[in-house]
């Protein structure tokens, strides 16, 4: 047996007690770089500028332009839990600054060398003060310009274990960038510089509009492609910034919620954009979202999380009545072809195709989409193009809109303003995964029935889990009965799947359903069984579509609402403008 002797319990030393706070709040560098730029934005600093050496554990410094402190406030400074942003317990139901806990500074002065330099705005001098690992010595005069200046050496000297965890210089700088861009982003009237070995890393200027700072942070590919997205309700109002489906990442660290100058983690938001993306994003992938939002303070409880990192919503309807619906409408509204004004162009394609079907007997009726000449087929490629089989039919031009394909892959189509190409698998993609989709929620797919049934190898587990899944299968149009130990029998397939397909979608949809989890409900797995099948419905490269197939293909995508975007993101159309074959051509 161990013999244990109790200790009596006791106060913790105040030294020790601020170096298990700052366990808690500096993690690692860019903790400290976090908490100091608060501090800045809170003194309502215009500018600030941060400097960093190898990777900040050397060196921080964070300089400001606020409004600075007199040596009464220095001399509370590094005291725990001393802060001039809370004066009694009800100011904590209406946060307002970044900071409120008074923890940040005793906890950076108890692991590192630190030094404040300060001036009061209107004040003539400025005093400093130094903390040296839980040692505090000042205020004394020094001179200083107006605002505030914290330098920070030699982050965790005297906590040898904090030390071994930081990263590569490299890395620590990293998650400083990355700390100092959402700041950016979120406070484009403010003029942010960071530096590292002195070099210039980022310089957002003061005064920007949130689109310029968004520029300027985020290079102008993503920062032009973001679309804009507003919300309002008495209790708070959103400012967000999407990025189209064609853009989407494997991780989730590009959801980006800003909360009354916060960044948060935050599952609610994180679920309600994932929901609005639902349609357009392969599963696995996640998309790039900038959402700010201004909520009055009461509506929500920031004090929550050390770190100040999440928060509390008190009521979050505003989020899934009208944010969601809003992200939603964003994207199935924009224009995700390449090249079109945002909006305008679905419309004018849609418009194109309805006029052109208002004046026609109809895709399924012989005289359709007339070709003008079009150029002798490329070499080794079949003797028939689809020119000539469209060509074949056509009444003589009268129509305002025509079609052909071309390689067996692409449509190329005369819309009104000039010309679109169709990537046809994207597209027909798109229309099935749709079709499917509403199908499965309201029963389940059409079947055809096999003639000759189709036998399928299992392995262990798959032939568990087909026994499983039946009632689920059925719904997918897939119908089994057993054959023996690992084989079993497919005796109907959906019907919009070619029937070589069988064995594969029947392995397909077993895996999805058994990756499915307890967290899954019915209607994601719906999403994946549509994306699935759509995938394998859909006609692919080098297929040969009939002038019929094309046009009932135009025909059904013009009617739906995000035609424009295949289910993985990628686009489907292409469009030319005359503005832009004009200008190509030098005709202006
Ligand atoms: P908190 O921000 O939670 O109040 P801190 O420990 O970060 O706690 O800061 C303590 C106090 O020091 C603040 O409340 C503020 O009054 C003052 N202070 C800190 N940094 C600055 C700054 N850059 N400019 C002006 N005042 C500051
Ligand atoms: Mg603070």
Redesign the pocket.
């Given at each position: 047996m161990i013999e244990k002797t109790k200790a009596r319990i006791r106060v913790l030393d105040p030294h020790i007690a601020n170096k298990i706070a700052a366990g808690e709040v500096i993690e690692r560098p860019a903790s400290v770089v976090k908490?100091?730029v608060?501090?800045?934005l809170?003194?309502g600093?215009e500018h600030i500028e941060v400097f960093v050496e190898e990777g900040g554990s050397r060196l921080l410094r964070?300089v400001?332009d606020?409004?600075?402190?007199n040596a009464d406030?220095l001399q509370?400074?590094f005291v725990p839990h001393?802060?001039?942003?809370?004066a009694d317990v009800e100011d904590l139901e209406c946060i307002a600054?970044?900071?409120?806990?008074?923890?940040?500074?005793?906890?950076i002065g108890s692991v590192a060398h630190a030094r404040?330099v300060?001036r009061l705005r209107g004040e003539e001098t400025g005093h400093a003060l130094e903390n040296h690992g839980g040692d505090v010595r000042g205020p004394h005069r020094a001179g200083a310009a107006p605002?505030?200046e914290?330098t920070v050496r030699n982050l965790f000297f005297n906590t040898p274990a904090r030390r071994k965890f930081l990263r590569t210089p490299r890395t620590e700088f990293g998650h400083i960038e990355d700390a100092i861009a959402r700041f950016a982003l979120c406070f484009p009237e403010v003029g942010f510089r960071l530096l590292h070995d002195g070099r210039e890393i980022l310089h957002a200027p003061h005064g920007q509009s949130r689109t310029e700072r968004l520029q300027a942070v985020l290079g102008k590919e993503l920062g032009h492609s973001l679309l804009p997205v507003g919300a309002n309700s008495p209790g708070g109002t959103l400012e967000g910034y999407l990025a189209p489906p064609s853009i989407s990442r494997a991780h989730a660290r590009d959801l980006h919620f800003f909360v009354n100058g916060r960044h948060i983690r935050d599952k609610i938001l994180h679920r309600v954009v994932r929901q609005a993306y639902r349609d357009c994003l392969h599963h696995g992938r996640y998309p790039v979202v900038f959402l700010f939002f201004e909520i009055d303070p009461a509506q929500i409880d920031v004090n929550v999380h050390p770190t100040k990192s999440e928060i509390r919503w008190r009521d979050s309807s505003f989020l899934h009545r009208v944010v969601g619906p809003e992200l939603t409408r964003t994207l199935r509204a924009a224009d995700l072809a390449v090249g079109g004004e945002p909006g305008d162009h679905n419309e004018r394609v849609r418009e194109a195709v309805s006029d052109y079907f208002a004046s026609s007997p109809g895709p399924s009726s012989q005289a359709v989409w007339p070709v003008q000449s079009w150029p002798a087929p490329a070499a080794g490629r079949p003797q028939v193009t689809a020119g000539d089989r469209i060509a074949e039919a056509a009444p003589g031009g009268t129509t305002p809109f025509s079609v052909f394909q071309v390689h067996d892959s692409y449509l190329v189509c005369e819309v009104e303003d000039g010309i679109a190409i169709v990537d046809q698998h994207a597209l027909h993609e798109r229309v099935q995964y749709d079709r499917i989709l509403s199908k499965l929620t309201e029963g389940g797919v059409e079947t055809q029935r096999l003639l000759v049934p189709e036998e399928v190898e299992l392995t262990g587990t798959e032939r568990g889990l087909i026994e499983e899944h039946t009632d689920l299968l059925k719904r997918c149009g897939l119908e089994w009965s057993p054959f023996g130990n690992s084989t079993v029998v497919l005796e109907t397939m959906p019907a919009v799947i070619p029937r070589s397909h069988g064995g594969d979608l029947l392995r397909d949809l077993l895996e999805l359903a058994a990756v499915r989890g307890e967290e899954a409900d019915a209607r994601t797995l719906f999403h994946r069984v549509a994306d699935t099948m759509a995938c394998k419905a859909a006609v692919r490269f080098g297929d040969r579509l009939s002038r019929e197939e094309a046009a009932a293909l135009l025909q059904e995508s013009g009617a739906l609402d995000r035609a424009f975007v295949c289910p993985h993101g990628r686009p489907t159309v292409l469009r030319l403008p005359f503005a832009q074959l004009e200008k190509h051509f030098g005709r202006r």
């Open positions: 908490e100091l608060e501090n800045a809170d003194a600093a964070v400001d606020g409004i600075g402190m406030d509370l400074a001393a802060t001039s942003k809370l600054s970044l900071g409120f806990r008074g923890e940040a500074l005793a906890s404040i300060s605002g505030t914290v």
